[in-house]
């Protein structure tokens, strides 16, 4: 097996000290290909970055209606938030409005991202909850589909569980791709996950982008939880997050998500494209930086957003620059332009 090109380099001073290699697979709704760097064919999970294409679901199962949920958090279903207040305020008031306890989520409990945010909840001298957890919006919609169509709540994260079923279902149908016997786990919030080839995701979200290749009913629920995350940005991660400053920046033009292990994905509806990419030893900031490099490759990107969003600086202790997370010049050629 060949190994997949050098993406990323971090450099401090005047040398090289990191490399990050990675594939990117940039595609049409059509199936045509965009851009293929690497091994696109390979497995990877998508982890959170699938989120988008998980919830379609929770509209086109009737409960985004029935539950009148607004962009706030259907933006949040989308989520790997920070776990701060306005985040861990609306997971709790959605769930009141169905009903549903705190404890009724599966997902596990840990701190919220940010330090401030921690120490808040030391002070009033509060644990975190299941709330705080970054996946806690997604499993919001899930419960909300469940509670809408009657099924029972308790091991909604199993994958036997009807909801999850439904789920793995639409994104095998939106990626093109039979999970009936792909290699599977457990991601970090309980739900499983399936291996999908990174080609095949991008295409989930070209579809996602442009509604080609979907029914009617689908086509209005992505449009819905694109219009979603445009509008709302904060919510999908929050402050001092890439994910929500690109699509800031973006302001509608596209839709970015992270996730676990170098995984990013998103959809540029314009353009009728989706694109995936995987960094081999998981670095997010890898994926960040290959993320805005694709991103202003498409054009998407002004010169002064690119060089906010392309890359990112090294600062030592003392707060100076001492290096920069970049694009490796052999990347440049074919996905800078």
Known sequence: ??????????????????????????????GQTMLNVGDTG???????????????????????????????????????HNGGPEHVSTVRAWLARLGLAEETLECGAHAPRWEADWAALVEENLSPGPAHNNCSGKHCGFLSSARHLGLVTEGYILKEHPIQQAVLGLIGEMADFSLDNTPGGIDGCGIPVAGIPLESVSLAFARFATGTGLDSKRQAAAQRIYRAMVREPFMVAGSERWCTRAMQAGKGAFIVKTGAEGVYCGAVPEIGVGIALKIDDGASRAAECAMGAVLSGLGCLTKEQSSDLVGSAILNVAGKQVGRVQPAPEAADFVLR
């Not at 009148?68 to 259907?74: I, T």
């Open 42 to 80: 390979r497995l990877v999970y998508p982890r959170s970055a699938i989120k988008p294409i998980q919830a379609i679901y929770v509209v086109e199962s009737g409960a985004a209606e029935a539950f009148n949920l607004s962009d706030v958090e259907l933006a949040l279903a989308c989520a790997s």
């Open 1 to 30: 097996m060949s190994m997949n090109p050098i993406l990323v380099e971090v450099t401090r001073g005047n040398m090289v000290e990191s490399r990050h290699r990675g594939a990117i697979a940039v595609v049409r709704a059509n």
